[in-house]
């Protein structure tokens, strides 16, 4: 029981951490001004559902129901990644690429009819 305990502790101490940077990086003035830390803070979701499973293992109170609050949102966050992952990609014909003042890239494409681009859109390349 001792090592149940302990794995409750630690596992609800995590998710606190865990809950509290995504919570502090998710706020408009830090996100707007450190967004590598607010895309890093939020790739700790998979800590995040590793440390809830492991946090309702300890069956302390009742028998264990975690799986009834992990499956929905898991099933949403599943959906989200495949629509992600189908619309990341895209073939661009680049037209032109200049170098700017302060390491800044300029690059010229084709914009294709299924871009919409808004003011202020932040577009990663890999």
């Known amino acids: 029981m001792n090592n149940l305990l302990y794995i409750l502790g630690l596992t609800g101490i995590g998710l606190y951490i865990i ?10 003035k830090v996100r707007s001004r450190a967004f590598k830390y607010f895309w890093l803070a939020h790739q700790a979701y998979v800590l995040l559902y590793i440390f809830s499973l492991l946090h309702g293992l300890a069956r302390l109170t009742a028998p264990p129901r975690f799986w009834l609050f992990f499956v929905a949102p898991g099933v949403i966050f599943l959906f989200d990644k495949i629509a992600t992952m189908r619309r990341k990609y895209m073939k661009l014909d680049i037209l032109e ?3 700017l003042p302060s390491d800044v890239i300029k690059i010229k494409f084709y914009r294709c ?14």
């Open 113 to 126: 009819v299924r871009i919409l681009v808004k003011t202020h859109q932040i577009t990663i390349l890999f």
């Open 19 to 28: 809950v509290s940077i995504i919570f502090i990086f998710a706020h408009p």
């Open 97 to 99: 690429t200049e170098l």
